[in-house]
């Protein structure tokens, strides 16, 4: 019995982390440091990352091309901005796309930095054309940095300090894919309830589902 709660609860855990990692409104960011390169990572929601090209390509077809992932990569660094403080600012260079199935991921190499600034001043505005759109930026190599929410709320907008915690904070809404979590929420019901029988019970159960 313990092993089987066990298994139900990592089995939770990823109902639930597949459920964010394939939520339209929810966009995910990382912007990290490799040796002396910066890169920013940004993952997306195949639908929710093509009705926003299909706003500025009308028309455009969702197929793994070369125009198509150009097309992407336009849009995504036309509607990121990061500035430094001195005012300067830190731009997306070469970069690629990769397609999948339900998510695109794409990566670019930021501008070299001749001395780590103090703080940076963060806009990313993509797929702020749908509804309840979140996007959430990671800084991994700075340890006092959790995740930023970008909103409509704070226009998408943030300011993190190297130097100090984080300036804006914000918990992640679910409001964006409430049929995703009234459906996690029966799973985890009814696995709570498999976990209160009795092994006598359980095999009864299976006993029975063998027979229908």
């Known amino acids: 019995m313990k092993h089987l709660k066990t298994y139900l609860s990592l089995f939770i855990i990823a109902l639930t982390t597949l459920a964010y990692a394939h939520n339209p409104t929810i ?3 990382s912007l990290r440091q490799l040796d002396h390169v910066w890169i920013l990572e940004g993952s997306f929601a195949q639908s929710g990352l093509h009705a926003a090209i299909s706003e500025v390509h009308p028309g455009i077809i969702a197929e793994n091309t070369a125009s198509y992932k150009e097309a992407i990569a336009e849009y995504v660094k036309s509607h990121i901005e990061i500035r430094l ?3 300067s600012h830190w ?3 070469e970069g690629g796309v990769r397609l999948g199935n339900h998510q695109s ?3 670019f190499v930021l501008s070299k930095l001749h001395h780590m600034p103090e703080s940076i001043d963060v806009s990313i505005s993509c797929l702020a054309e749908n509804d309840h759109q979140q996007n959430i ?3 991994p190599a700075l340890g006092n940095v959790d995740h930023v ?3 409509e709320e704070n226009n998408f907008q943030t300011t993190i300090s190297f130097t100090k915690p984080v300036e804006q904070k914000a918990s992640i809404s679910e409001s964006g894919d409430e ?3 009234y459906y996690l929420l029966l799973i985890i019901i009814a696995l709570i309830g498999l976990t209160s029988l009795n092994r006598r ?3 009864k159960l299976a006993l029975f589902i063998r027979r229908k």
Do not use: E, F, P
């Open 201 to 203: 019970k359980l095999a």
């Open 137 to 139: 930026l990671r800084v």
């Open 85 to 87: 403080s001195d005012g």
């Open 149 to 151: 929410v970008l909103t």
């Open 105 to 107: 991921d794409v990566k």
């Open 91 to 93: 731009n997306l260079k």
């Open 27 to 29: 966009a995910s960011y």
């Open 179 to 181: 049929m995703m979590t």
